[in-house]
């Protein structure tokens, strides 16, 4: 199972590393629809916003075009999540 939802997540990794602008907005709808749609990715989301509240705070409240980071893996990769969340 974990194997079969690594390839999917990689699968649709490749697909928005490899979109031009036109097409990047909607493959992030599909990326967050197939995301959403599995609950082991939900898990972890909602895990690494509980052990980082302030991520949200971080970029909701952040200067426009400057750019935001974690001072761990585990906050960049939240702030990461909101970001991309976002668009």
């Given at each position: 199972?974990?194997?079969?939802?690594?390839?999917?997540?990689?699968?649709?990794?490749?697909?928005?590393?490899?979109?031009?602008?036109?097409?990047?907005?909607?493959?992030?709808k599909?990326?967050?629809?197939?995301?959403?749609?599995?609950?082991?990715?939900?898990?972890?989301?909602?895990?690494?916003?509980?052990?980082?509240?302030?991520a949200?705070?971080?970029?909701?409240?952040?200067?426009?075009?400057?750019?935001?980071?974690?001072?761990?893996?585990?906050?960049?990769?939240?702030?990461?999540?909101?970001?991309?969340?976002?668009?």
């Amino acid at each position: 199972m974990i194997r079969n939802l690594r390839r999917k997540l990689q699968d649709r990794r490749s697909r928005l590393n490899s979109a031009d602008l036109t097409n990047f907005f909607v493959l992030t709808k599909q990326f967050f629809a197939f995301f959403d749609s599995e609950e082991i990715l939900r898990s972890i989301a909602r895990e690494m916003l509980a052990k980082c509240p302030g991520a949200s705070l971080d970029v909701d409240h952040g200067e426009p075009g400057v750019a935001l980071y974690g001072l761990t893996e585990l906050d960049a990769a939240t702030v990461g999540y909101v970001v991309f969340r976002v668009l």
